[in-house]
């Protein structure tokens, strides 16, 4: 852990990039750069960075695209995504890109260096080398949670969840039958302390989770609904 921590900027505004690079580094982290999608991809393949930054509209290759080949390619590195309008946050925690989190343009660094210090701790708890003893192993009838694997299953078959999907299940999994709110779970599981603002981004992920976890979406039976109250886990 005294290795120091490499967050790739991928964005091709260049006052932007200065900005970034200059807190980043002021944070203790090493930064790499690139100011094109093609350009950032190389990068994430070569150097293996611990956090993307990424911005959406880049020219040549977009910000989604390159999102969703790391993840194609099996890469786990989390991505914060930085976006010129709010609208697009459906899209971005909806297409299942594999983005682990976003920031609006035009972001505060204090609120963006916390983001990133959160998105990389979750990263290095998860893959820490805990020993696979049974607290890390939540077997819940069809679904088994393996934490220190990052992996769920549902009969047997490994699901493919994004690491905030797999963060988001674990959470509720781990407390069966109790219902938590958005706010709870924007809290607990973004990290966002104090959350206060849109909590809409906690529906959007449930129904992307559900998507991949439920035998039918519109009929879940394993995360429910609580009307006015939030989510909870129930297994079978
Ligand atoms: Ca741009």
Redesign the pocket.
């Known amino acids: 852990m005294d290795r120091k921590q490499t967050v790739l900027i991928v ?3 260049k006052n932007i990039v200065d900005i970034l690079r200059f807190n980043l580094q002021r944070e203790g982290y090493e930064t790499l750069e690139a100011f094109d999608g093609v350009t950032g991809l190389d990068l994430i393949l070569e150097k293996q960075p611990d956090l993307i930054l990424l ?4 020219p040549g290759m977009n910000g989604f695209e390159v999102c969703k080949t790391i993840r194609d390619r099996g890469l786990n590195t989390p991505v914060l995504i930085i976006t ?1 309008r709010e609208a697009e946050q459906d899209k971005i925690l909806g297409l299942g890109l594999g983005a682990d989190d976003y920031i609006t343009k035009p972001f505060s660094i204090r609120e963006l260096m916390a983001r990133v210090k959160t998105n990389i701790r979750r990263q290095t708890m998860n893959s820490g080398g805990v020993p696979n003893t049974a607290a890390n192993r939540l077997e819940l009838g069809r679904i088994v949670i393996d934490k220190s694997a990052e992996q769920a299953s549902k009969d047997g078959q490994d699901l493919e969840l994004t690491q905030r999907e797999f963060a988001l299940l674990t959470y509720l999994a781990a407390n069966p039958g109790r219902v938590f709110s958005r706010q709870e779970l924007m809290e607990r599981v973004w990290n966002y302390e104090g959350y206060v603002g849109d909590v809409r981004g906690v529906d959007v992920a449930i129904r992307r989770l559900r998507e991949k976890l439920e035998d039918d979406p519109a009929q879940p039976r394993f995360i429910l609904t609580r009307r006015g109250a939030g989510y909870l886990f129930q297994s079978e």
């Open positions: 964005e091709d505004e911005d959406l509209m880049l010129a």
